[in-house]
């Protein structure tokens, strides 16, 4: 299975937002620090505000903050938020024209992986993706007085 860049751009913006913290942030901060496309990032980021992942601010003052904890945000949650076609191959879909579907094992045995698959992305947060790495984080980012985590109560 290979995940959408996609979904490894929506990956990153999360992660880039969650380490800056309440500080805001620019579509094209993200961009320069991760040496990707702007423009496909602004999808990105525009679907992202859509599904009530960040909050994007318009104006002078304005920018990108999560709008939800990184606790809350499970990878599995997002992965299916954004791959748009988890089939993983011809049988998962409604187009089907293999002839060894009615005696063939790989759709019911595909289906429990990607079930598995998605499993163990639902048992890790955002939270998760920072961790004792976070300074680290920050250095390879190049952010600048990023606070520190919030206290856990």
């Not at 901060?29 to 992202?48: C, G, P, T, W, Y």
């Not at 920018?63 to 904890?69: C, P, S």
Request: proline content about 5%.
């Amino acid at each position: 299975m290979h995940l959408t860049r996609y979904t490894d751009y929506s990956l990153r913006v999360l992660i880039y937002l969650a380490v800056k913290g309440e500080q805001r942030s620019t579509i094209t901060e993200i961009a320069d620090r991760f040496a990707i496309s702007r423009n496909h990032l602004m999808k990105v980021v525009q679907d992202l505000n859509h599904r009530g992942y960040i909050t994007a601010i318009r104006g002078k003052h304005g920018g990108l903050l999560l709008k939800r904890t990184p606790e809350s945000i499970t990878l599995g949650e997002l992965v299916r938020d954004t791959e748009r076609d988890l089939g993983l191959v011809e049988c998962f879909g409604d187009d089907n024209e293999c002839v060894i579907t009615p005696s063939c094992r790989l759709k019911p045995i595909l289906a429990e992986a990607l079930g598995a698959f998605l499993t163990v992305l639902d048992r890790y947060t955002l939270a998760d993706m920072l961790g004792p790495q976070r300074s680290g984080l920050i250095r390879l980012l190049q952010i600048e007085d990023a606070p520190p985590p919030a206290a856990q109560a």
